[in-house]
């Protein structure tokens, strides 16, 4: 299931290189302030959830924005039959798609 939200965007990390044992990794790293869960009434405020998106490159993009900024995002809920997660599908600074609506 796929829908958009806006997000505050924290802060990026472009990770690249290569494990000890020879594996390749490659990914952006995208930290989302996120509403902590005050169901219970012992919490309350906001903490930081890290998303993946796409690879190391994907960072070039927003390295020139000021953070954090505000996002217009897609994300998924995927699951594997047990367990469900969220991912993040892609990223528009909420200030480049309105000059985008202009032109």
Same mark, same amino acid.
Request: no cysteine.
């Given at each position: 299931?796929? *829908?958009?939200?806006?997000?505050?965007?924290?802060?990026? +990390?472009?990770? +690249?290189?290569?494990?000890?044992?020879?594996?390749?990794?490659?990914?952006?790293?995208?930290?989302?302030?996120?509403?902590?869960?005050?169901?219970?009434?012992?919490?309350?405020? *906001?903490?930081?959830?890290?998303?993946?998106?796409?690879?190391? %490159?994907? *960072?070039? +993009?927003?390295?020139?924005? @000021?953070? @954090? *900024?505000?996002?217009?995002?897609?994300? %998924?809920?995927?699951?594997?039959?047990?367990?469900?997660?969220?991912?993040?599908? %892609?990223?528009? @600074?909420?200030?480049?798609?309105?000059?985008?609506?202009?032109?």
């Amino acid at each position: 299931m796929k *829908f958009n939200t806006q997000v505050k965007v924290l802060g990026m +990390k472009a990770n +690249k290189g290569t494990m000890d044992n020879g594996q390749g990794y490659d990914s952006t790293k995208v930290y989302v302030e996120t509403a902590l869960d005050d169901s219970k009434g012992n919490a309350k405020g *906001f903490a930081v959830a890290e998303y993946t998106l796409g690879l190391s %490159e994907e *960072f070039s +993009k927003y390295k020139h924005l @000021p953070f @954090p *900024f505000l996002a217009d995002a897609t994300v %998924e809920i995927v699951t594997t039959g047990k367990a469900q997660k969220t991912q993040l599908v %892609e990223l528009k @600074p909420v200030e480049m798609a309105k000059q985008a609506k202009v032109a």
